[in-house]
């Protein structure tokens, strides 16, 4: 699955603006990621979202990835 | 008001404009907010602020102080241990609440005292002798990137990069150099947004009182009780469980009160005097030390063909973060463009700092200044094109389907709809006299859910009481009543909703991004059906019949089936009432991450008429238009449309941080930093769209921050159309509308 | 310093207090007579949240000295409602969505009743100028104009009826 990065996460992948991961969850997609890019390993308490789909997903890291679905790591967002 | 091609849902009570719970109380005095609240023997305390935009902060002699009769503790850096064990941000938190080593920027807290009362507090302030050594500082953000600039952080300097250039976000797809090549018509502008304050009415309050056991209570004005517990506790190395924080009636926020700012020294002075302690900032503490938004410099080029259809767009805009780093450049390059469908987009925010205070959100953070830069360039795009700048917005829309430009295809959202309802309202057809202009733009927000729960508990009456975890700034309470009313299928007036404090709920994160009703109005929905559950299982006791015959109708059971003819429905009341005889209290909860916030769009008219004599703008009309996805309490989404729109309206024409040579604010008094009164403003009128979010059972979006979006833009747009000269700096006061018609002119 | 005894007149009551002579009315509204009604939002005159009347007139009481108040009337929020039964405007407020946070609403519905005191009849520029002197951040003040005009109708139909 091809995984879309934007952001501070793509400076920490060496300014990539998509990798190659497989997995079934969106925790399995960052403990993959992380693994590969240790750079990437505070992002998570930082602040990253996951978009599936057009959904964005802060913090639901048990939520099934699709086949085929379209998926981006972006920063976590925050409000007024 | 809403458009049937856009709803599904039927409701009963959902979308009735009821009286708030909380109105009596705060149309009588009697409501409590973050001042209101007293302790025996409580202390006030104060804080001394640095005079200094940047200085190092050589020594600190309090012992005068401390021998003051009547003062009860005295605190400095040294008796804040960093305790953030390696957090960044917490250490930003930190050394924001007080100064460690140098003070960052005009306003800086360096101490706080404790003491039995304001004139010895006072008193005690001035016998304080703090030793500063001046360094040079910086507070515009473009001269903060110059190679000379003085660097505010060290710590954030990284190699490779200018030390006050924390770090880039870009977005976008598609390749721009391609795209601009294939424009006929490209539209370059650089602009400027002043600084802003959220301008809440109340200043800062809180009421912390600490034992020498290790527990805590904090009475405090904030839009996230738990977040302020969380950190408060980090700071002090005190046991989360063990600091009880009670949000109190909030008198405004806009993202202000999302940080702790000098809550964690009130509780430090309490807990070093062993007495509760009361603080509340001054107005001019609030300005200098408190939450303003980013100041901005940005660079906007946007490419079309002859027909009109974009091709490419570029926008690069610096935030000025204060002194301690935030993502607010990150935000302003996702919002950038969402609005539009461009084949070729990049977007990039860049986050620098400078000695100004710590920047906070501030509604919709960072979208204001890129809209007002975007949408200036598409009017002027759409003048060299010859066309309507509404219908150029319209052959460029983003729709269901469109790659938005920070990533994810968009599901069903509601800019286009918000453009047509724009183009078709009867506000575009009104005469325009001498001197006045029309102007339109569009805006975008992500709005947010993240960790909620609700606990819904039903009396032994049958009236309800829910209690949510998020606070309730503009009419909250009154939305999740109607909420649990529709899901139970009970009156409106049988439930009262109510604020938990942090001991009664499990963690919410703070009410910001729009989140509030969204995301409490999910977890209701979810406790009111667990509770229904039970219900329907004390209902079967009661007949003594399975409960899978048993149904849940117009708040009350019913039993199925032919064998049960003779049972009449029972109320919800009726099976409250026999609730301890059939397994005790009934109630449900929900705990969550509400997870699929809907993206929110706006678009706005204004017409304004500008003075050539003085410059002045006054503004003649304006209606918004938002998508809310579902209106829960209509009243309170037309009211955060108008609120909204109001404060983008003080942030175009004449809010602004000004800061002298010696880097001090000049303005930090409601005199001088102008927001808008009653007497600046027409009546803002308000069309409500409903474009449901597929993500939340009632189709809630959220709706609280889009329309602080499109006003800078629209009101550049109708400057321009009224005296015809194009404003690159916001706010446009009087003095720069004077001197863009002067140089016209000449 | 030495305190001033004050003999005063809030919300029909005699009220007596001592204060120093520096306090201001705000603070002693607040601090010694637990009248939190009155809200600071500034202390300098410029946003109103504090407004109410001395022997009818408006004024901020973050810019009158308690020591001010003495032989005078006060009218505080607190003292707008007639037992159970609310002031047109506390009523059209409510019905009207005019307060958001309402932090403001206090002061807001003091200088709404000095202006109705004065004229039932008022415009709506005649309600904005009037009202100029309070800021609201929340609600762009739409709501609460329409609050303001629906209480002035309310009490011109009670007028009539009186007569």
Known sequence: ?80 | MNDPKYTGQEFKVVGTRVKRPDGLDKVTGRARYGADMSAPGQLVGLMLRSPHAHARIKKIDASKAEKLAGVKAVITSADLPDLTGGNSGLYDTLENCMARDRALYDGHAVAGVAAIDRTTAKKALKLIKVTYEKLPHVTDVDEALNDDAPIVQPRYAQDGRHGNLINKGEFGHGDIDKGFAEADVIVERSYKTGQTHQGYIEPHACLASVSPDGTGELWVTTQGHFAYRNNCAQLLGMDIAKLKVTSSEIGGGFGGKTHVWMEPIALALSRKANRPVKMVMSREEVFKASGPTCSTSMDIKIGAKKDGTIVAARAECRYMNGAFPGMWGTLGGMTAFACYNIANNKAIGVNVLCNRPKVAAYRAPSAPMMAFGVESTIDQLAKELGTDPVELRLKNVAKEGTLAPYGPVWGPIGIEPTLEAVRDHPHMRAKLGKNQGRGVACGFWFNIGGQTCSDLNIGPDGTVNLTVGTIDVGGARASLALIAAEELGIAYEDVRTNIGDTSSLGHNDTTEGSRGTFSSGMATIFAARKAIDVLKERAAKMWQIPVEAVTWEDGSAHAVGNEHDNLSPLTLKDIAKKAGNTGGPIAGHHEATADGAGVSFASHIVDVEVDPETGKTTILRYTVVQDAGKAIHPDYVEGQFQGAAAQGIGWALNEEYIYGEDGRLQNGAFLDYRMPVCSDLPSIDTKILEIPNPSHPYGIRGVGETSIVPPLGAIGNAVSNAVGVRMYEVPMSPPRILKALDDASA | MAGVHVTTTINNDPVEYVCPADESLLDVLRDNLGLTGVKEGCGTGDCGACSVTLDGQLVCACLVLGAEAEGRTITTVEGMADGEKLHPLQEQFINNAALQCGICTPGFLIAAKALLDENLSPTETEIRYALAGNLCRCTGYDKIVKAVQAAAKDLRKQNKKKK
């Open chain 1, 1 to 80: 699955m091809e995984v879309s990065l934007s952001g501070s996460v793509r400076d920490a992948v060496g300014g990539l603006a998509s990798v190659e991961v497989e997995a079934e969850t969106i925790r399995e997609l960052l403990t993959r990621l992380i693994d590969r890019y240790p750079k990437l390993e505070h992002h998570p308490e930082e602040g990253i979202a996951v978009a599936i789909d057009g959904t964005i997903y802060r913090d639901s890291w048990e939520t099934p990835i699709p086949e085929g679905s379209e998926v981006f790591l972006l920063p976590r967002i925050v409000g007024g």
